[in-house]
């Protein structure tokens, strides 16, 4: 018979991995394998273990082979239809905090391409405030909108939208967005994990600018004046999207480092 720690000592996977993995498939807290390492797997547990450990050895994201990860220190549903949330996007929620604290208060708070929700229901979990979920896949809509139901019940409004186009002039005081940013062709998109998600949430044109160019126009034209706007970005991009938004006149333009150190949101307002 095999028990919890047979199986994890003998896994080939990251131990995390396999941790995470095995609490899974026993429904149970990872502590509860430190303190039961001699209980026996039955058989039908060691075959979804094993089952589920040769999903993610082929590259498969723990995150779609559980349905569920965490950000925000919140459990997220997550699936195909969506991207794993990186702990890079805390950023992007950290930046929108900030600016909260001197937006105009009349207008909409909006997240553009919001996928499973997190940066949505990251803020309005910390500020109260109602806030727009926009994507133009229903899919990634309906996990949004089950994310939200169950974490920020009533402050979330999901709308199926190609960007912003849906919104009205001067109708926003506070836009976030983790579009698409990596360019077409770009080496990391081979990557095992990356190949399992989805490439219209990644992919933005040859240069990967293609959407954030879209957003800073449309940023302009939904702002109210005094009104922010916040981008993330990949960590060699922060220049060109300085540049998007100095195009359309937008000022104060800052950009702000991770956890990592890299340039990863670059935020900007309206002028009043």
Not at 133 to 142: C, G
Not at 172 to 181: A, C, D, G, K
Not at 190 to 215: F, I, K, W, Y
Request: glycine residues 6%; negative net charge; contains cysteine.
């Amino acid at each position: 018979m095999t028990t919890v720690g047979d199986w994890l000592r003998r896994c080939t996977l990251d131990r995390f991995d396999a941790e995470i993995l095995l609490s899974h498939v026993l429904q149970q807290p990872r502590s509860y394998l430190f303190a039961h390492s001699d209980t026996h797997l039955s058989e039908s547990a060691l075959t979804d273990i094993n089952a589920l450990s040769a999903r993610r050895a082929g590259g498969e994201p723990v995150a779609y082979i559980t349905g569920e990860t965490e950000f925000w220190s919140m459990p997220f549903v997550v699936n195909r239809d969506v991207l794993v949330p990186r702990a890079d996007t805390e950023t992007l929620v950290e930046v929108g905090l900030a600016l909260w604290e001197w937006v105009p208060i009349d207008g909409l708070v909006v997240d553009a391409g919001t996928g499973s929700g997190v940066v949505a229901i990251a803020f309005a979990k910390e500020t109260g405030a109602q806030v727009t979920a926009i994507d133009r896949s229903q899919e990634a809509l309906q996990i949004a909108q089950l994310n939200a139901s169950k974490l920020v019940p009533g402050l979330i409004s999901c709308v199926h939208s190609d960007w912003l186009t849906s919104l009205a002039p001067q109708s926003v005081r506070l836009l976030m967005s983790n579009p698409p940013y990596i360019a077409k062709g770009d080496h990391h998109l081979q990557t095992r994990e990356l190949m399992h998600e989805p490439n219209a949430a990644l992919v933005a044109g040859v240069d990967g600018l293609a959407d954030l160019s879209v957003l800073s126009v449309e940023a302009a034209r939904v702002l109210v004046p005094g009104g922010a706007v916040a981008f993330e970005h990949g960590y060699d991009q922060a220049e060109a999207v300085q540049g998007l938004l100095q195009l359309v006149d937008l000022e104060a333009i800052t950009t702000v480092k991770d956890l990592n150190g890299n340039d990863r949101v670059t935020h900007a307002r309206r002028c009043q």
